[in-house]
């Protein structure tokens, strides 16, 4: 008697749940009951593990199979179809054959003996897998196509909800019969998303900072506490300003995993849905740009080792002196450090007192370097209030010019731009799909011999197409983001005169990290001399044209102002 095993396998976690695998067991059951020689010994069984996406060196299935091969601890392999092995072309052969040179033979309850005695066996064998994996890659460009098109029209595609939501009745069937369900917001949870968002663009604190001040409160977090990822990832999902993303990760090929794709290769739901909005658009986009700001930063700091990078937002915004990372030496250009002292003293009724004196410190002229002669600290107390009076008093001269109108004009023109490249793209993109198409429709034929074209040349080809079209997808989502962008600064300028209006206010009632973070908003660096500072501003006045007294002032202005002012 022959020693029979099966090997049973679903692709995903709804099929274990399905009739997938019963009727897989049952038809191999019967079929090797037809054998009178087979006696049934042993069933593996793989779940929710993909043959197409999961390389056989991962599955670990398949090694145990190998493995008893090996040991001789088998006859005979009986599988329901020949994808159930796998869905892999170049490696799907490869295994049947390594079984068979183990004298293993392979069975198949629709397709018979999987043979690979003769050169045809091999072919035969080569082609079975190829057209399974080529069935994977339609069905995967189906699911992917359509859960791209819903997430443009802004459905849910699926999975968990993310934290600050929760899943509800959509009201609506797949094409299964299975009820699908949609976000919403969910109103005990909401809070906290929008404290992280918060902490994130008004503080200037980075995830890590943000975990921490969780933890802290004691605020409620989604495991047993709140972690760097966690925060991190809250702040990249746009799902929080009401578009539903997707293409944020991708299938790596190793082990099943998966990698988180650049943003710029979104695709966002083409309208906000407002039902989901937890945190204003211009919020998020701001919490995306000083993210990306600090990473410059320090990266720009590890290269050049200086640390001397103006980054566009302070690296930090902890610490007590407000001018950190804005403030230079006039003399030797050194970059201001911390200099901060306490002073001591016990008073008559024996109590002791101690103070903070904030200090800059120019670390050459502080370490007795020849390279600088101005002086080695300056007093917060005397530089921090002539710059808070310098900036509101410029702030407050800036009046808008009649330029607002030309300016939507060229944003209109911009967009107009955009889209048309955007279309050209999604041309090359049809082209190239298409084209993509037609090469594997000639594979067969070259198997054959009836084609001019080798296998080899024309699965090259494709793969050639196949990148190509990857990389028109990449600039299509650039386009598409870009758009966005517009959109973002038009806004930004309707609002702009109320922001420098409310000014004063805003930074007199503003924490120390959110007066960091306006001053570098606002401001390149501050040169410091004994009898004077130099402020250089950095609001961009090419797409915003002030003017101060009648005159145009330049893009970025400097201001000298003596320390006695």
């Not at 054959?97 to 999987?114: A, H, M, P, R």
């Not at 082609?127 to 994977?136: D, N, P, T, V, Y």
């Not at 009401?242 to 739901?269: F, K, V």
């Amino acid at each position: 008697m022959k020693r029979v095993n099966t090997l049973l396998r679903v692709s995903s976690q709804q099929q274990l749940h399905g009739d997938d695998i019963p009727v897989q067991r049952s038809e191999c059951m019967d079929y090797i009951s037809a054998h009178a020689d087979w006696k049934f010994q042993k069933e593996y069984l793989e779940k929710a593990v993909s043959g197409f996406k999961t390389s056989i060196k991962d599955r670990e299935i398949l090694k145990e199979i190998l493995e008893d091969a090996e040991n001789k601890a088998f006859d005979v392999l009986v599988v329901y179809m020949s994808d159930r092995i796998g869905r892999k072309e170049d490696e799907s052969p490869v295994f049947v054959s390594t079984l068979n040179k183990q004298g293993i033979e392979v069975w198949t309850v629709k397709e018979g003996q999987l043979k690979t005695d003769e050169h045809i066996d091999k072919l035969l064998n080569y082609i079975r897998f190829w057209q399974a994996e080529g069935e994977s890659r339609k069905t995967g460009a189906r699911v992917k196509d359509a859960q791209e098109t819903f997430a443009r029209a802004g459905k849910f595609i699926g999975g968990c909800a993310p934290l600050g939501y929760r899943l509800v009745p959509s009201g609506e069937l797949s094409n299964h019969g299975r009820a699908l369900k949609k976000l919403a917001v969910d109103p005990e949870k909401a809070p906290i998303i929008r404290k992280i968002y918060d902490y994130a663009v008004n503080y200037n604190y980075g995830a890590l900072k943000i975990a921490k001040v969780l933890n802290e409160e004691k605020a409620s977090a989604p495991n047993t506490t709140w972690k760097a990822c966690t925060v991190a990832e809250i702040l990249k999902n746009p799902v929080y300003m009401g578009h539903i993303a997707y293409n944020r990760r991708q299938h790596s090929g190793c082990g099943g995993n998966y990698g988180r794709m650049p943003m710029e290769t979104w695709i966002l739901s083409e309208k906000q849905d407002p039902e989901l909005v937890i945190v204003p658009k211009e919020i998020w986009y701001k919490a995306q740009e000083m993210r990306e700001n600090r990473k410059k930063a320090l990266k720009k700091r590890e290269d050049e080792g200086n640390g001397k990078y103006p980054g566009k937002y302070p690296v930090s915004s902890a610490g007590r002196l407000a001018l950190m990372g804005l403030a230079y030496c006039g003399c030797c250009g050194c970059r201001l450090t911390n200099g901060s002292k306490y002073d001591y003293w016990t008073t008559k009724d024996g109590e002791k007192h101690k103070k903070f004196v904030g200090r800059y410190r120019c670390t050459n002229m502080a370490n007795g370097s020849l390279e600088c002669q101005g002086k080695a600290y300056y007093r917060a107390e005397e530089i921090e209030p002539v710059v808070y009076s310098v900036v509101t008093s410029y702030l407050n001269s800036l009046e808008e010019s009649d330029t607002y109108d030309d300016i939507v004009k060229l944003r209109e023109e911009q967009r107009a731009r955009l889209e048309r490249e955007r279309d050209a793209l999604v041309r090359e993109m049809e082209s190239a799909e298409r084209d993509i198409a037609t090469l594997r429709e000639n594979i067969p034929a070259a198997l054959r011999g009836e084609s001019v074209f080798q296998a080899a040349q024309l699965s090259g080809l494709v793969r050639q197409k196949e990148e190509r079209l990857s990389a028109l997808r990449r600039q299509a989502a650039d386009k598409d983001r870009e758009y966005q962008e517009t959109q973002l600064k038009e806004r930004d300028l309707k609002n702009m005169g109320n922001i420098i209006s409310n000014w004063g206010d805003l930074f007199k009632n503003s924490s120390m990290a959110e007066q960091k973070v306006m001053l570098s908003m606002l401001i390149e660096r501050i040169d410091v001399k004994e009898n004077d500072i130099k402020i250089k501003f950095r609001i961009n006045m090419q797409e915003f044209a002030w003017k101060t007294h009648g005159n145009r002032i330049d893009p970025h202005t400097t201001l000298y102002i003596p320390c006695s002012a």
